[in-house]
């Protein structure tokens, strides 16, 4: 069984501040998407990443997919209220025609 | 573009009937949709992953034969919840893929509460 673990689980921290949300693995993943996610939707895609060691930049978000394909981080720089959602990677593992392995979430709250 | 609805948006039944939701795909053909179960403040489950004109395939755990899945046109899954107790009343999301990208599109989901 893969499983991704997130960390922190939990975060609150207020407008400005600068924050990581850490995607670890033991397996290796062929990609590694993030989503975010409203109460009551649907998570909503934000970056696939597919190269070991590659970094996307996204406005306010810097995600990097680590050199062994096992890890991913997603940094947010002078985070703001509207950053505030449900975090979660999930990774696609090789010749699973697509099934996605969604890690354990990471709830940000980002206050005035 | 690649947009995925379902249906309803929420529902509440009784304990011991059944609930049919859908998912479609809008503006494309889904070759393959999957199914998803959250739980309050917890991520998100595989379920299943369907094929048009195919078999779901059940991830461990999952009751083939209490969640009946049909994926019977390139733009229509539906999840069936049988016999529904209340320890099934969670958030239900699909996903649609198509067969010209991996990429998955994901519905707004549905709330299904048990009473």
Known sequence: TQLLEQSPQFLSIQEGENLTVYCNSSSVFSSLQWYRQEPGEGPVLLVTVVTGGEVKKLKRLTFQFGDARKDSSLHITAAQPGDTGLYLCAGEATGTASKLTFGTGTRLQVTL | ?115
Not at chain 2, 23 to 29: A, I, N, T, V
């Open chain 2, 1 to 115: 573009g690649a947009v995925v609805s379902q249906h309803p948006s929420w529902v509440i039944c009784k304990s011991g009937t059944s609930v049919k939701i859908e998912c479609r795909s809008l503006d494309f053909q889904a070759t393959t949709m999957f199914w998803y179960r959250q739980f309050p403040k917890q991520s998100l489950m595989l379920m299943a992953t369907s094929n048009e004109g195919s078999k779901a395939t059940y991830e461990q755990g999952v009751e083939k034969d209490k969640f009946l899945i049909n994926h019977a046109s390139l733009t229509l899954s539906t999840l069936t919840v049988t016999s529904a107790h209340p320890e099934d009343s969670s958030f239900y999301i699909c996903s649609a893929r198509s067969g010209n990208t991996y990429q998955q599109y994901f519905g707004p989901g549905t709330r299904l509460t048990v009473t």
